[in-house]
Structure formats: C-alpha cells, structure tokens
C-alpha cells in the first residue's frame, strides 16, 4: 500500500503557482521569439506610414496631373495656411493643372482654389488606382496559401513560411525607393501598382502571419495559447506608438532615405530568422495510442480468462516467459517503421495537387460537437472581419486629409494614440476578460465586433479631431476578434491541420481582396468632395451580420462544452465503478 500511495503522489500533478500577468509574460519568454523579428518586418511600414501615404499623393499631383511642387507640397498640409475646401466646387472642370495654375505661388489669387482642386483630383487618380491593383494582387496570397498551408503541416516547415514575406516586402521598398530617385520620370501608378502586387507574389503579411500563428501554435501549450497569441496581439496593436515619429522621419529623412531605412529592416529580419529561429516538431500522439491499444488488448484476454482475478493489489507474480506459441490468444506485436517519404524536387513538394485537397477538404470534414458548423462559422466571422478592412485601409489618411485638414504629423500622432487604446482594450480582453474572468472568447468575439458597429457610425460622422479621437476610444477593441476566432479554431482542429487552418483562414482576406476595395474605391470616388466619410457607412452592411456570426458560436461552443464535460463525467463515472467492483471482488 505505501508502495501504492507513492506512484499516485508521483502520479499527481504538482501545483502551478499563480503568476500575474507580467510574472507569466517572464515566464513565457522562451516562447517569445517571434517578436524580434516581426519588429523588423512591420515597423519598416509603420515608420513610413506619413512616406507611404503621401507618396502617391504628391506624385499623382506633380507628375500625373502636372501641378507645381509649391501647390503639391501646400495640399499635404493645408493647416499651415488655413486652406479650408468646403467652400469650392470643382464640377465641370478641366482635370490636371491649366497654364495658368501651374505658375501659382503662395501669394498668387486663385491659389487655395488650386490647391483644393489638386487635392481632389489626385485622391481621386489614386483611388482609383487603389481599387484597380487589390483584385490583381490578391490572385498570389491565394494561390501561395493553398499549397503552403499543407506543405508546411507535412513537412513541418515554418521558417520558409516566414522569410518569403519579408522578401517580397524588402522588394517592394525597393522599387519605392527607385519611384523616389527618378521622381520626375516615373508616374504615380509605378509606384502603387508595384508596392502590393511585388510583396503579394511571396505571400504577402497573409502567409506571413499564418507561419507565425502556426509557430506559435505547436510551441505553446494548448492551455495558454489564449494569452500566447493576446501577447502577440498586444505586440501588433501597440507597434503603432513608434509610428509617431513617422512623420519627423518623412521630414528629416524624405522619400529616398526613409524606404532605403525600410529595405534595411527587412534584411535585419531575415537574418534573424535564419539564425535564432528553430524549426519545432509537433508532440506525436502515436505512442500514446499505441499503448492504449495494447492495454485494451491485454483487457480483453483477462476477460475472457476465467482464471484472471480482478484486483487493486499493485504487484502479485506474473510469469515474464511468455511463449507466444502456447497460448495463441497473444500476439506478438507488430512493429511497423514509419514509411519514409519519397525524396522529391522542392518545386514538386510545394505545388502537390494533393495540397490543394487537402485545404479545399479541410473546412468540409465533419467533426464531432459540431466542430465543421463551429468552423464554418469562423471563416465567415473571418472574412466579414478583414475584407471591409482591406477596403477601408487606403481611405484613413486621405479621409483625414480632406475632412479633418490634418497632415502627416497629426496622422501619426492620432495612429499612436488609437494604437495605445488598442493595445488597452487588448489587455483589457485577453488578461482581464479571459484569464481572469474566464469569458469565453466568443463573447469577447461579439463584444468587438458590437464596438465596431457603433465607431464606424462615429468616424464617418465626424467633423473635428475630438469627435475623431473619441471614436478611437469606442473602437478600443478592434484586435479582439481575430484573436477569439484564431482561438476558438486552434481549440477544434488537429495539431498536424493548424498550418491549413490558418491557411483557409489567410485565403478568405485575398478573396475579400478582390471585393471590396473596389468596391470602396468606387464609393470613396463618388463622394470624396460631399460626404468622404460615407465608406464607413457602408462597412455596417457586413460589421452588424458579424455580430450574429459570433453569437451563434458562443450557443454552438456552449453546447460543445457541455458534450465533452458528459463524456467526460461518464468515463469518470465508468472508472469509479471499475475501482469498486475490483475492490470487492479482492475483498473476498
């Protein structure tokens, strides 16, 4: 019995000790390798968030519609004189700079009317373009994240997954920084088209944050991937603090220097992945189910063995010789090696139509608990969340521009301070809400998706910077839904199918892609010069249906929950019941 009483007390789990949220962040720190390089990848776009925006911009005005440099420059940055727009027209006008308006200076009449022409007309020459080059850029996500998904689960490959983003961003600076040396010379559309569709080819951020969730997916318990991917996410909302300085940097530094600072970020990143970086094998779960099947096995010889006696005693003699001849209801086990993939070219493992099937498949597989509705659900709630996102994306700062007069300078203030109520609320739903509190994250899911049906209403209405802000303050929980449906996901689906669950869930953002920035571009077009705030309106059409998509998860997980705690009570149950018939039987 002490013998007994010693292998439960080894069997017992030792208590956790309870940490704090910064005591477990410390703690978690082994699994923080993520960040370092992600800092390179992603802040390379945030300090040149001012460079990026204007860029287009000024080009559109200087060189597509053939404005002077002294009215391009003055139309960034309206403030400094005062230049308020409301009070022109520009129907049934001549596009593009006239003789007349192009030998405008500051002191010159008719020079704010030409500013405030400029500023129309490029938002319009670049919203168009907008609308134009997001359907052609999204075909390469796409098609990259149907075959990498599963090629990465099958080979478990997660480095490749994340260098090839970086690449294809380190290109795209690239040719910004030749569009900035021969200014002049090459128009806007160089530029716009290059910068999505170059990146897009190798995957894009999409395929880059599919590595990284499934990275950090296998590397972290199951239990605490919850707080994992809120680290994460509290990493990705608060990056935009930095961002403040963008605008000091596109001043001090200009175009050619900031995207040079950018290409140098990106090499940064790569090296570090290379070397810091370690490939992680996914825990296999064959050992286990192999002794569980010879457990049953021996279960079912006892009882069919009269002779075998139920008992609780921890060790009685048994006869290690075993001859497997005489008594035939033993088998020797079989122990087959695990069969050993054909060696083939790169090119063949990575476009394997089997991939595409496997990831088509994936969604449609029925699962128990309602598992397949569950995930279904998700990648609707997916979609309705990063594809009006993806329309609205290119219309922020030029909103800003024409409604608010602001420049680049109190963008990028308004960016770190929307960021740092971010990273709030995100703190707020990940270490208040579900640790603490224990919400389920379908809850959370709908209390992000309720925050952001009511700042679009706020945002599209607002005509000065304090109704601006305070709408940033309403949308505090914007991050909180991508991370309850990346959650919910990891919480249905396989070890080995996480790759191709992030994977069916960056292909719904590329279809999103395709739908709706031109959709927003031709909005944005339509009403730049009356209402430029009506793109945000037309997102609720598809914010409101994502609320109903969350709420329909949490009665589908609750009665998931339920299910497994009855199977679970019931093995329990079963067990107890095993315990005392064997307590009886050896009690005679």
């Known amino acids: 019995m002490a013998k007994a009483n010693r292998a ?29 390089f992600f800092f390179f990848y992603f802040m390379a776009s945030v300090f040149n968030q001012v460079a990026m925006a204007n860029f287009p911009l ?3 005005c200087r060189v597509n519609l053939g404005y002077n440099k002294e009215v391009c420059m003055t139309m960034l940055d309206k403030s400094e004189l005062g230049i308020e727009c409301d009070d022109f027209s520009f129907e049934n006008t001549t596009q593009g700079a006239t003789a007349d308006q192009f030998g405008l200076g500051i002191s010159s009449p008719g020079f704010n009317y030409t500013v405030c022409k400029a500023e129309v007309e490029a938002q319009i020459l670049s919203a168009d373009v907008s609308g134009k080059r997001a359907p052609i850029a999204a075909i390469f996500p796409l098609i990259v994240l149907l075959f990498a998904g599963g090629w990465s689960d099958r080979y478990n490959k997660r480095k490749p997954c994340m260098i090839l983003p970086i690449v294809g961003e380190g ?26 569709i170059v990146p897009s080819l190798c995957g894009g951020l999409t395929f880059c944050l599919m590595a990284i969730y499934s990275y950090m997916t296998i590397s972290t318990p199951e239990k605490d991937r ?36 950018a290409i140098a970020f990106q090499i940064i990143a790569v090296l570090y992945i290379i070397f810091f970086i370690k ?140 960021g740092g109520a971010a990273l709030v609320g995100t ?28 700042s679009r209403v706020l945002y599209s209405l607002a005509n000065t910077t304090t109704s601006f802000y305070l709408a940033s303050v309403v949308d505090m929980f914007v991050s909180l839904r991508v991370i ?78 339920n299910k497994q705690n009855a199977v679970e009570l019931a093995q329990k149950n079963e067990t107890n019941g095993q315990t005392n018939l064997g307590t009886e039987i050896t009690s005679l």
Not at 10 to 36: C, T
Not at 179 to 193: D, H, K, N, R, T
Not at 495 to 506: A, P, R, T, V
Not at 520 to 542: C, H, M, Q, R, W
């Open 8 to 36: 439960e007390a080894a069997a017992a789990p030792a208590e956790e000790p309870q940490l704090n949220y910064f005591q477990k962040i410390i703690a978690y720190r082994k699994y923080l390798v993520i960040e370092p």
């Open 58 to 60: 000024e080009k559109a």
């Open 171 to 196: 290109l795209s600076f690239t040719c910004l920084f030749i569009s900035a040396i021969f200014f002049e010379q090459l128009p806007m559309e160089f530029g716009m088209y290059l910068e999505v």
């Open 226 to 261: 919850v707080f994992r991917f809120g680290i994460f996410a509290m990493f990705v909302t608060g990056a935009p603090f930095l961002g403040a300085v963008s605008g000091v940097l596109f001043k001090t530094l200009g175009y050619t220097l900031s995207f040079a600072m």
């Open 279 to 418: 490939e992680i094998k996914p825990e296999s779960t064959t050992s286990s189910t192999e002794a569980n099947g010879n457990n049953t096995q021996l279960a079912s010889h006892a009882a069919d063995n009269m002779a075998y006696e139920t008992t609780t005693l921890d060790e009685l003699p048994v006869n290690k010789n075993v001859n497997f001849q005489l008594t035939p209801q033993l088998e020797p086990p079989k122990f087959e090696p695990p069969p050993v993939p054909k060696k083939r070219s790169l090119l063949k493992e990575l476009f394997d139509p089997t991939l595409v099937l496997d990831c088509i498949r994936f969604p449609l597989v029925k699962r128990e608990n309602n598992g397949r509705m569950l995930l279904i659900l998700l990648l609707l709630a997916y979609f309705l969340t990063l594809g009006p996102a993806s329309g609205e994306n290119d219309y922020w700062y030029r909103f800003t521009l024409k409604k608010l007069n602001w420049n680049g300078n109190d963008y990028s203030i308004f960016s770190t301070i929307s």
């Open 427 to 454: 703190f707020i739903g990940t270490a208040i809400l579900s640790k603490m509190f224990n919400c389920p994250d379908s809850i959370i899911g709908v209390l992000s998706a309720l925050c952001i049906v009511c």
């Open 484 to 561: 309850a449906i990346k959650t919910i996901g990891s919480s249905i689906v396989a070890g080995d199918e996480l790759s191709k669950m992030y994977s069916i869930f960056g292909i719904s953002e590329p279809i999103g892609q395709f739908i709706f920035p031109p959709i927003y571009s031709e909005i944005y077009k339509s009403t730049v010069d009356n209402f430029p705030g009506a793109f945000f309106l037309f997102g609720e059409i598809f914010y409101v249906p994502n609320v109903l998509v969350f709420i329909l998860c949490f009665f589908l997980m609750r009665r998931r929950l």
